[in-house]
């Protein structure tokens, strides 16, 4: 009986090691990247510098790129954003100040939990695009180059429409 137990124990053990997978690391994907079409006037370059972040938000020469992380492995972070439409590019979350709509840069970037779905949608959060150098127009696309901790950087492409 004791060797049945002894058996039963060293099949169990060696069921349990071979389950043992290797780490397990973000996989990411981006989805369904947008832009709102942005005209950018030539008279308004170089003028004035307003530092009003609540009233840079979409209006003048600034966009925004929405987007879905989709992430099937562990947790990650989105750090950073580029692009070569803008002279800035920052990663903003929407805030309520009273019944006034505010944005601010998010602090150490974006959470991307393990197994889950980011979603950078109209009044959450989202990538502002600062002082753009050209209008964004219906039917455009342009790179966004994403930089997350532990995936690196991955370029999309962001497709200018209206909401
Ligand atoms: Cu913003």
Not at 28 to 53: C, F, H, K, Q, Y
Not at 61 to 79: H, K, T
Not at 99 to 104: I, K, L, S, T, W
Not at 157 to 162: A, I
Request: net charge negative; glycine share 8%; proline share 4%.
């Amino acid at each position: 009986m004791a060797r049945f137990f002894l058996l039963c124990a060293i099949m169990m053990l060696a069921l349990f090691t071979s389950c043992q997978r290797a780490p397990e690391v973000p996989e990411i994907s981006i989805n369904e990247v947008w832009s709102r079409p942005v005209a950018v006037l030539a008279a308004s370059a170089g003028t004035s510098s307003d530092s009003g972040m609540a009233s840079m938000h979409h209006t003048g020469s600034n966009g925004v790129v929405y987007l879905i992380v989709e992430n099937r492995g562990s947790a990650d972070r989105l750090l950073r954003a580029h692009s070569e439409v803008c002279a800035v590019t920052e990663i903003h979350q929407t805030i309520m100040e009273g019944d006034r709509m505010m944005m601010q840069q998010a602090e150490g970037g974006l959470a991307i939990p393990a197994r889950g779905n980011v979603t950078l949608a109209p009044r959450g959060h989202h990538i502002m695009l600062i002082d753009l150098q050209r209008s964004l127009a219906a039917g455009d696309s342009f790179e966004v180059h994403l930089e997350f901790e532990k995936s690196g950087v991955k370029t999309v492409f962001s497709k200018v429409r209206q909401p």
